[in-house]
């Protein structure tokens, strides 16, 4: 089974030409013929001769996966900022009784904390500093709180060789680890960088031995903000602002996503949606997103996925959703067009296998992320000058996108501008390549 990843991280890049990246006279006229066509002998044929050139495209995949928050349903990132913010402000001033002061400042007012949100920053808990690392984990950038740290400071807390270290246990357990890449987690930063400064400003300067218990109750609230049953108990502030104000804070799809998607379907390709969200809270997005008549744009829906649990569990199983409520019973196989809760890769894999008539049906998911990816205090997420290396190098979230994605788009609508017949490289960054400098 291939899997292949389509991240949304692209920002102030070089425009690239696309034609430049077919190699193989036969891949192009392999593409050209099968465009949207299920014909299984060329398609395999095709498969085979991508793999072979480290090629990728659209037209060679069986199944089409999608996840919802941030892929399909793009937010307003302006407006959830400023809610996820002041949410967790005010749960530290009102139940754990900090200084006022971390109310006196917001995203949209205050430009210098605008400026540090910033993708794929690593808090190192103890000292209460947030790193930007190098693809060889060497710290190109940091601050303590918010404060930006000169490149002495960071040589004199971390060594000449500027390694952070927790890093070699991060990279063994990502998943036991904060990851801050998508934007429900970023605000969880900001606010603990802001807890620093206030901590270190009540001690008169003074740094703290360990940091490490702020940032527990920097994350507090944010248990508190993103607990999935608070949607239907309209609790929480976070999800009864987002209930009563969809428009807000969401975007709809554009007409032609929508008509892709279905375009997709036409022509054989399977297409379906994998999210964690529970169903109520996804199904408001969807609505808002697709319209009402969401359903028709998948061939099958899985919701409260725990991903990446989902990939990894075997024994979790499917239950159905029927009306606004799951059925006790698990289910066994899984049906066209049915609405899912839970479930593991297994069974659905031969879900798959059924729908497309393949052991090894090739497949897409998008992971879509739109970026935050460049700052006057962070510099640019792809690249930056790393002071142990002496020269521009990729930091380390680039090269775990190149190593592990097959295209790389801003957002899902630049999709639905390339040519399923065509033909690219192994992680494309399209429509531009990643800033040189």
Known sequence: MQYRLLCRLCHRTQRCDIKGFVKSKRLCKLAKYLGMSSSSNVKEELQEECAKEKMVSLSAFDVFGFDLDHTLCKYNLASVFDLTFKTGSQYLVEKLHYPRELLTSAPSSDPHLRDFYFKGLQIDLKLGNCLKLCEHGHILRASHGTRALSND????????????????????????HGVYMDYFQIPLVVLFARLVDVVDKQNDGQVSSDYGRFYDEAAEPFRQMYYPPHFAERTGHFFPEIADRTDAYTHAASNELKEWLLTLRRHGKRVFLLTSSFTDYGQTLLRRVLGADWEKYFDISIFRARKPLFFTDTLQPFTELVGDSAEDKPVEKLE???????????????????????????WDVSDEEQALLSSRQWG??????????????????????????????????????????GVYKNCTFYPKFPMKK
């Open 153 to 176: 400071e960071i040589t004199e807390i971390y060594g000449v060789k500027r390694l952070w270290s927790g890093m070699k246990q991060f990279e063994k357990s990502l998943t036991e």
């Open 336 to 362: 066209d067009n049915g609405i899912y809760l839970h479930g593991n890769w297994v069974l659905f894999k031969s879900f798959l296998q059924k729908q497309t008539g393949k052991d090894n049906p090739k």
């Open 380 to 421: 640019s997420f792809f690249a930056d000058h790393c002071p142990v290396c002496t020269q521009l190098t990729q930091t380390y979230w680039h090269r775990v996108l190149s190593e592990n994605s097959a295209l790389v788009i801003p957002h899902m609508n630049y999709i639905t501008e390339l040519p399923m017949n």
